[in-house]
């Protein structure tokens, strides 16, 4: 079943009639017992009645008046009988009501005071309830002959009141079952009814009526919601990256294209071209590098995993360990553990690979790589900081190298396009900030502030 | 020194090899992972120079069948993916050192020659031994500081027992690392070449820079003044 409001009513519809018909028969069960034990309680005190009219005559035989206080027993097939029967079983006595039939076969009862009562069929099919009770009866001084009353009342009452009830209860239970089931319907639409909106959100959105989803989604959907608006905004923000960087990379190209076309069509000198086209094409390639590691750049993506920033860090640090194994610069990693980065691997690479490599250029001897969480006005950094020993940079010359406020020239001589790519990474893709400023270590220090929202994306 | 260079572009194959020769390398080639895995595994290398995105077997299998296999010679990769991810997984799977296309030459050969003397053991371009000393950066010997002219095949041998100083090097691994796979070899020529530069490193006959092991091969014995 895929629609889950239809999983639900089917659910809902199940347990209730499971619960509603459990109570009609219980309600049936308790009904008819107690329509039971008030037929027996009547019978038993039909046989009180018929113990209290009983005689003996002069012979000892036991005698009952013709006109008993219960008008039915002296009515034929008027629906309530009764008889006596000796100890062995013969009959003594029955009301003219069972002229022509016969009490069902009871087994005899054998000690005074017992009483049974059961549902039996009289000899012509009627069905009955039959109630028996034995007693010890004096017939003289000191003698004693056990006697049984045996009372019985068709069932045709009995079961009109059955019928009745049952007929009223089923037929409430049903009603029930129904508004139940119409308003369960209704509180299920009500309640999806936000799923749906997310449904035609998305729908508009894929259209591109609408750039987001909505913020006033209840609470349990609100973590969907949120992931998917981050989601949107991560894919809507590397989409944008792409086309700056193709944009920028188009700008970039033209220009020294045009000074190439420029100097064929002046008809340079062979040396002149020779030195023209190493310049353009050096400038070309630097911009191609540039804007195409801009453009890789992933971003902070929405629902990533909390990634560990050390055993990044001591990659890096690896690395460059052998890439400069001949000046074999002491390389220091003095980062937390528990230390981590909520975005992808491969920028946090690009992050330490530059910083860490650019200090390994300029270092005497020593590198130092730091990062550690910080708080910037209730969301989360991480801040990452990349220290060496070498002759630092001259004050005022930071903002040069960081390139503010230009757009795509990342050209400074030594630094190649890592800090650009750098700063571009933390400022434009983490919102946060890159300084550089004079280590304790005597050479420079980059620090990368990366900012992150509470919940990490 | 003996390099092998694997490279699907045939263009810049041919380039490379071309420029290297000239600077004296015996130089191997490879088209593919398959054919460059065959060639270090079974030639005498003195470095190689693998690209990553090769078309059958990448660089990285390559260079980490090597290094599983017991190659120990230095490893330079060239990759056009210039993301340190790439460069990290490269140096990972066991190269020594990266470079991100498009590279100039110089900048290659001075990658080769750093990676061939740390395999020596030697940390600077100038490799001194007593009044010895060859700038591998330049290609020039210097004898108490007078500049020796020396000709391509008798730098490739100072060169090759130099950065092997104190250790004996025989005549095949000699003929196996300054030839080509599929060069003419005479060892006589070895020992003319030995002769020339016993004189020209030793005009007055008492340096005795390469000792004669006989039976076993060469030994550059001047002691190592800088490493």
């Given at each position: 079943?895929?629609?889950?409001?239809?999983?639900?009513?089917?659910?809902?519809?199940?347990?209730?009639?499971?619960?509603?018909?459990?109570?009609?028969?219980?309600?049936?069960?308790?009904?008819?017992?107690?329509?039971?034990?008030?037929?027996?309680?009547?019978?038993?005190?039909?046989?009180?009645?018929?113990?209290?009219?009983?005689?003996l005559d002069g012979l000892g035989r036991l005698t009952l008046p013709q006109a008993l206080p219960e008008a039915r027993f002296s009515t034929p097939d008027s629906g309530l009988y009764a008889d006596?029967?000796?100890?062995?079983?013969?009959?003594?006595?029955?009301?003219?009501?069972?002229?022509?039939?016969?009490?069902?076969?009871?087994?005899?009862?054998?000690?005074?005071?017992?009483?049974?009562?059961?549902?039996?069929?009289?000899?012509?099919?009627?069905?009955?309830?039959?109630?028996?009770?034995?007693?010890?009866?004096?017939?003289?001084?000191?003698?004693?002959?056990?006697?049984?009353?045996?009372?019985?009342?068709?069932?045709?009452?009995?079961?009109?009141?059955?019928?009745?009830?049952?007929?009223?209860?089923?037929?409430?239970?049903?009603?029930?079952?129904?508004?139940?089931?119409?308003?369960?319907?209704?509180?299920?639409?009500?309640?999806?009814?936000?799923?749906?909106?997310?449904?035609?959100?998305?729908?508009?959105?894929?259209?591109?009526?609408?750039?987001?989803?909505?913020?006033?989604?209840?609470?349990?959907?609100?973590?969907?919601?949120?992931?998917?608006?981050?989601?949107?905004?991560?894919?809507?923000?590397?989409?944008?990256?792409?086309?700056?960087?193709?944009?920028?990379?188009?700008?970039?190209?033209?220009?020294?294209?045009?000074?190439?076309?420029?100097?064929?069509?002046?008809?340079?000198?062979?040396?002149?071209?020779?030195?023209?086209?190493?310049?353009?094409?050096?400038?070309?390639?630097?911009?191609?590098?540039?804007?195409?590691?801009?453009?890789?750049?992933?971003?902070?993506?929405?629902?990533?995993?909390?990634?560990?920033?050390?055993?990044?860090?001591?990659?890096?640090?690896?690395?460059?360990?052998?890439?400069?194994?001949?000046?074999?610069?002491?390389?220091?990693?003095?980062?937390?553990?528990?230390?981590?980065?909520?975005?992808?691997?491969?920028?946090?690479?690009?992050?330490?690979?530059?910083?860490?490599?650019?200090?390994?250029?300029?270092?005497?001897?020593?590198?130092?790589?730091?990062?550690?969480?910080?708080?910037?006005?209730?969301?989360?950094?991480?801040?990452?900081?990349?220290?060496?020993?070498?002759?630092?940079?001259?004050?005022?010359?930071?903002?040069?190298?960081?390139?503010?406020?230009?757009?795509?020239?990342?050209?400074?001589?030594?630094?190649?396009?890592?800090?650009?790519?750098?700063?571009?990474?933390?400022?434009?893709?983490?919102?946060?900030?890159?300084?550089?400023?004079?280590?304790?270590?005597?050479?420079?220090?980059?620090?990368?502030?990366?900012?992150?929202?509470?919940?990490?994306? | 020194?003996?390099?092998?260079?694997?490279?699907?572009?045939?263009?810049?194959?041919?380039?490379?090899?071309?420029?290297?020769?000239?600077?004296?390398?015996?130089?191997?080639?490879?088209?593919?992972?398959?054919?460059?895995?065959?060639?270090?595994?079974?030639?005498?290398?003195?470095?190689?120079?693998?690209?990553?995105?090769?078309?059958?077997?990448?660089?990285?299998?390559?260079?980490?069948?090597?290094?599983?296999?017991?190659?120990?010679?230095?490893?330079?990769?060239?990759?056009?993916?210039?993301?340190?991810?790439?460069?990290?997984?490269?140096?990972?799977?066991?190269?020594?050192?990266?470079?991100?296309?498009?590279?100039?030459?110089?900048?290659?050969?001075?990658?080769?020659?750093?990676?061939?003397?740390?395999?020596?053991?030697?940390?600077?371009?100038?490799?001194?031994?007593?009044?010895?000393?060859?700038?591998?950066?330049?290609?020039?010997?210097?004898?108490?500081?007078?500049?020796?002219?020396?000709?391509?095949?008798?730098?490739?041998?100072?060169?090759?027992?130099?950065?092997?100083?104190?250790?004996?090097?025989?005549?095949?691994?000699?003929?196996?690392?300054?030839?080509?796979?599929?060069?003419?070899?005479?060892?006589?020529?070895?020992?003319?070449?030995?002769?020339?530069?016993?004189?020209?490193?030793?005009?007055?006959?008492?340096?005795?820079?390469?000792?004669?092991?006989?039976?076993?091969?060469?030994?550059?014995?001047?002691?190592?003044?800088?490493?």
């Open positions: 079943m895929r629609s889950l409001s239809g999983r639900l009513l089917t659910a809902a519809s199940v347990v209730l009639a499971a619960f509603l018909g459990l109570t009609g028969l219980s309600l049936d069960q308790a009904f008819r017992d107690s329509l039971q034990a008030a037929v027996q309680d009547r019978l038993q005190a039909q046989v009180y009645m018929l113990l209290g009219a009983a005689e006596v029967m000796d100890g062995q079983g013969a009959l003594i006595w029955h009301s003219p009501s069972l002229l022509g039939l016969a009490l069902p076969f009871f087994p005899a009862l054998r000690n005074p005071g017992e009483t049974a009562f059961a549902p039996l069929d009289s000899s012509d099919g009627t069905p009955l309830f039959v109630l028996a009770f034995t007693v010890n009866w004096e017939v003289a001084p000191n003698q004693y002959r056990l006697l049984t009353f045996r009372v019985a009342e068709a069932q045709w009452n009995y079961r009109d009141q059955l019928w009745s009830f049952r007929r009223g209860l089923w037929g409430w239970l049903l009603g029930a079952t129904v508004v139940l089931l119409a308003v369960q319907g209704m509180i299920l639409r009500w309640s999806l009814k936000p799923l749906r909106r997310v449904a035609a959100e998305v729908t508009d959105i894929e259209a591109g009526r609408r750039a987001g989803l909505s913020s006033d989604y209840p609470e349990e959907l609100q973590p969907l919601t949120t992931n998917l608006n981050a989601l949107l905004g991560h894919s809507r923000a590397h989409l944008e990256r792409y086309r700056h960087a193709l944009a920028d990379l188009a700008h970039s190209l033209k220009t020294p294209l045009a000074v190439l076309r420029g100097t064929l069509d002046n008809g340079a000198s062979s040396a002149e071209l020779r030195q023209i086209l190493g310049e353009q094409v050096e400038r070309m390639n630097r911009t191609v590098d540039y804007q195409l590691q801009r453009a890789a750049a992933s971003g902070r993506i929405a629902l990533s995993a909390p990634l560990p920033v050390t055993p990044v860090a001591r990659k890096i640090l690896d690395s460059l360990a052998k890439v400069y194994a001949e000046r074999a610069p002491c390389l220091r990693c003095e980062i937390d553990p528990a230390t981590v980065f909520y975005g992808d691997e491969g920028d946090l690479m690009e992050i330490l690979g530059n910083l860490a490599d650019n200090a390994c250029k300029w270092c005497q001897r020593q590198v130092v790589v730091r990062a550690h969480p910080a708080d910037h006005g209730g969301r989360r950094e991480l801040v990452i900081e990349v220290e060496d020993d070498g002759p630092g940079i001259p004050e005022g010359q930071a903002p040069l190298l960081l390139g503010r406020g230009q757009r795509a020239d990342p050209s400074v001589a030594g630094h190649g396009i890592g800090l650009a790519v750098v700063r571009d990474l933390v400022e434009e893709v983490y919102y946060g900030r890159l300084d550089i400023d004079r280590s304790t270590l005597g050479g420079a220090r980059v620090r990368a502030r990366l900012r992150f929202q509470a919940n990490g994306d | 020194m003996r390099i092998l260079i694997i490279e699907d572009e045939a263009p810049l194959l041919e380039r490379v090899a071309a420029q290297l020769r000239a600077q004296g390398y015996a130089v191997d080639t490879a088209a593919n992972g398959r054919d460059g895995l065959y060639c270090g595994q079974e030639y005498p290398l003195d470095a190689a120079v693998v690209d990553l995105g090769l078309p059958d077997l990448s660089g990285i299998d390559v260079i980490r069948r090597w290094r599983s296999g017991g190659q120990r010679f230095p490893v330079l990769i060239l990759t056009a993916r210039g993301r340190w991810q790439d460069k990290v997984e490269g140096l990972e799977a066991g190269a020594d050192d990266y470079l991100v296309k498009p590279f100039h030459m110089e900048e290659l050969q001075a990658r080769l020659r750093a990676l061939i003397r740390r395999t020596g053991g030697w940390t600077q371009a100038v490799l001194c031994c007593g009044p010895v000393a060859l700038d591998t950066g330049a290609q020039q010997l210097t004898l108490e500081g007078q500049v020796v002219e020396l000709t391509a095949y008798e730098y490739k041998l100072l060169e090759y027992l130099m950065l092997r100083a104190g250790t004996v090097v025989s005549k095949t691994e000699l003929t196996e690392h300054l030839y080509e796979e599929d060069a003419d070899r005479d060892s006589n020529v070895l020992e003319v070449l030995v002769g020339r530069l016993r004189r020209k490193l030793d005009p007055g006959r008492d340096l005795n820079p390469i000792e004669t092991l006989r039976g076993r091969g060469y030994r550059f014995r001047l002691e190592r003044s800088n490493a």
